[in-house]
């Protein structure tokens, strides 16, 4: 008797057995997993967590004590960025994928690029200038360009071609190899020198560690994207409207939101009257970051021509200025 209850009783017999049968099938000994069951510990959620490991990781280079707030605000949007992969892995390797799972994964991701457009307040007018411009050159050569789960997150979103830069696009056909196209991506653009045209320390470090994880993912994703998924598989779906305002959610969000925030980060920090400052990886920011030079859309059948034409005008009036973007 487990218990005085003969209904519980009755249900922990059944998981009893449940168990049994589990671990039968898989050549294992129930009686062996409760006996190790006696000796365990109770999870708690320090340590189901990581949080002690967690809270060491912030490694500040300098006794400059903004720079702990860029650090934690760093890495917290990288774990978001990992839980955005997590949901567009998922959603890639579903043979069987339906609508309404691809609706629910696409309403998660845009969830969390909302949380990171919001959140990039913390960096707009969470840090003290006088704080930041000091701590920075501490920082040279890394630079917020080389998160590799961005360009992920890119390469996931859509077609390469949609990658390359604007003015490279005609060059390039069905046959051309991604490889090719990946030489052509419009990110590398942004990381060159300012004064020389030279690729900057910054972008070649990039290209060393991630260029080869990155091709093959592109290759891998070449025909199996979100935007390949939503033509080839739920154009004529009953949620092919939903559906396609959560891609649009998506490609705004990450295509003119976020790269309107940091823009307007970069100009608080880094532009001055007299001379505008160069980001730690000497990265070309102004060109870089604003949406109309970059000319970037996962989705281009998704907007109408005008909207194309003033890709992010209104964001940038609204919260930067418009003498800006003239």
Same mark, same amino acid.
């Given at each position: 008797m487990y218990s005085k209850d003969p209904k519980e009783n009755e249900l922990i017999a059944e998981k009893i057995q449940a168990l049994a049968d589990k671990y039968e099938a898989s050549g294992q000994s129930l009686v062996s997993y409760l006996e190790g069951l006696l000796h365990a510990d109770y999870l708690t959620y320090w340590n189901y967590s990581r949080i002690d490991t967690l809270l060491t990781l912030q490694t500040p280079r300098t006794a400059i004590p903004d720079?702990?707030?860029?650090?934690?605000?760093? %890495?917290?949007?990288?774990?978001?960025?990992?839980?955005?992969? &997590?949901e567009? =892995? %998922?959603?890639? $390797?579903?043979n069987a994928l339906s609508d309404e799972t691809f609706l629910t994964k696409l309403g998660r991701v845009t969830r969390y690029l909302k949380h990171l457009v919001h959140s990039f307040d913390v960096m707009v007018d969470?840090?003290? *200038?006088? %704080? /930041? @411009?000091?701590?920075r050159m501490s920082l040279l050569p890394a630079s917020g360009f080389q998160s590799a789960q961005y360009r992920q997150i890119e390469i996931f979103s859509t077609d390469l071609i949609n990658l390359v830069e604007h =003015?490279?696009? *005609?060059? /390039?056909n069905e046959q051309t190899s991604v490889a090719e196209m990946y030489g052509s991506?419009? &990110?590398?653009?942004?990381? !060159?020198?300012?004064?020389?045209?030279? #690729?900057? @320390? !910054? @972008?070649t470090q990039f290209e060393e560690k991630y260029s080869d994880l990155l091709v093959n993912l592109a290759q891998r994703c070449k025909n199996n994207n979100l935007y390949a998924i939503f033509r080839n598989r739920f154009q004529d779906s009953p949620q092919k409207d939903s559906i396609k305002s959560e891609l649009r959610? @998506?490609?705004?969000l990450l295509n003119i939101d976020w790269c309107l925030s940091h823009? #307007? $980060?970069a100009v608080r920090y880094l532009a001055r009257a007299e001379k505008s400052v160069e980001a730690t990886g000497g990265t070309n920011w102004q060109q870089y970051l604003p949406p109309r030079f970059q000319r970037i859309i996962f989705y281009p059948e998704l907007w109408s021509d005008d909207e194309k034409e003033e890709w992010g005008k209104s964001w940038v009036v609204a919260n930067v200025g418009y003498r800006l973007i003239k």
């Amino acid at each position: 008797m487990y218990s005085k209850d003969p209904k519980e009783n009755e249900l922990i017999a059944e998981k009893i057995q449940a168990l049994a049968d589990k671990y039968e099938a898989s050549g294992q000994s129930l009686v062996s997993y409760l006996e190790g069951l006696l000796h365990a510990d109770y999870l708690t959620y320090w340590n189901y967590s990581r949080i002690d490991t967690l809270l060491t990781l912030q490694t500040p280079r300098t006794a400059i004590p903004d720079e702990m707030i860029f650090i934690i605000y760093h %890495q917290i949007t990288e774990l978001y960025f990992k839980a955005i992969i &997590w949901e567009m =892995e %998922q959603v890639v $390797s579903d043979n069987a994928l339906s609508d309404e799972t691809f609706l629910t994964k696409l309403g998660r991701v845009t969830r969390y690029l909302k949380h990171l457009v919001h959140s990039f307040d913390v960096m707009v007018d969470g840090m003290a *200038p006088e %704080q /930041f @411009l000091k701590f920075r050159m501490s920082l040279l050569p890394a630079s917020g360009f080389q998160s590799a789960q961005y360009r992920q997150i890119e390469i996931f979103s859509t077609d390469l071609i949609n990658l390359v830069e604007h =003015e490279q696009r *005609p060059r /390039f056909n069905e046959q051309t190899s991604v490889a090719e196209m990946y030489g052509s991506i419009y &990110w590398k653009r942004g990381a !060159t020198e300012m004064s020389t045209g030279k #690729k900057t @320390l !910054t @972008l070649t470090q990039f290209e060393e560690k991630y260029s080869d994880l990155l091709v093959n993912l592109a290759q891998r994703c070449k025909n199996n994207n979100l935007y390949a998924i939503f033509r080839n598989r739920f154009q004529d779906s009953p949620q092919k409207d939903s559906i396609k305002s959560e891609l649009r959610n @998506l490609d705004a969000l990450l295509n003119i939101d976020w790269c309107l925030s940091h823009y #307007k $980060s970069a100009v608080r920090y880094l532009a001055r009257a007299e001379k505008s400052v160069e980001a730690t990886g000497g990265t070309n920011w102004q060109q870089y970051l604003p949406p109309r030079f970059q000319r970037i859309i996962f989705y281009p059948e998704l907007w109408s021509d005008d909207e194309k034409e003033e890709w992010g005008k209104s964001w940038v009036v609204a919260n930067v200025g418009y003498r800006l973007i003239k």
